[in-house]
């Protein structure tokens, strides 16, 4: 039986712009299992970013309640609530947010290396791991700026899994990217997630990609388009 890693409840999120109050977020419900996939698609502008990145914690909802793993989540200090983000979250978005001074390897350490009493030595050889497994092995010293955009967004993915998360956060993981391009993207990130057992929500405005998820939800205003 599936274990329960993220639930939502009527998520509202509003943004003051100076003259009038701006609601982005309309009242979300969401549950996502431990391997399930979910893609999350609709036109620029209904608020499917915003969404991610307050279930991802990396912004609080107006209103409502996020529970990871079973423990309230949007309600804790900023401290405590990127301690919890470290431990059961992968972050993927359109454009990778690799740090330029570092080569592959060296982003791929990063979010591990912020977990007290972990040792370089076994991170750098879990990052090796992980980049032979997106086909980099042969990229380690490289930084972001001398990779192709696919190559920097398989760092990304590795990046992303270094922590062993349960579930992957996606932001147009293939937005950035040719067809060809995406699709391989999209295809390795499909297996490592298969491989693992984690859960993922992947947002996207691309449909085609969306079709092969267990569930597909679309957003319109800031709503689920049948609610």
């Known amino acids: 039986m599936n274990k329960l890693i993220l639930q939502a409840k009527n998520i509202q999120r509003s943004f003051y712009d100076g003259r009038n109050t701006v609601e982005v977020l309309r009242g979300i419900d969401i549950e996502v299992q431990q391997g399930e996939f979910v893609a999350v698609i609709g036109a620029s502008g209904s608020g499917k970013s915003t969404l991610l990145h307050v279930l991802g914690g990396l912004d609080r909802p107006t209103q409502g309640e996020i529970y990871l793993k079973g423990q309230r989540f949007d309600s804790l200090d900023e401290t405590t609530r990127g301690h919890l983000r470290n431990q059961h979250l992968g ?23 912020l977990r007290q009493g ?7 050889a879990k990052a090796e791991q992980l980049l032979e497994r997106v086909g980099l092995s042969h990229r380690l010293t490289h930084k972001p700026g001398e990779l192709s955009g696919g190559e920097r967004q398989r760092v990304a993915l590795a990046r992303a899994l270094v922590t062993d998360p349960d579930l992957i956060l996606a932001d147009e993981p293939t937005g950035n990217l040719d067809r060809h391009t995406a699709q391989g993207i999209f295809e390795l990130l499909t297996e490592l997630r298969q491989e693992r057992n984690m859960a993922m929500l992947i947002v996207t405005h691309d449909e085609s990609l969306a079709q092969s998820a267990d569930r597909m939800l679309q957003m319109r205003d800031g709503r689920w388009l049948d609610s």
């Open 118 to 124: 972990t040792q370089f030595k076994q991170v750098k």
């Open 91 to 113: 972050f993927v978005y359109q454009f990778h947010h690799l740090l330029p001074e570092f080569s592959a390897l060296e982003n791929v350490c990063m979010p591990l290396m």
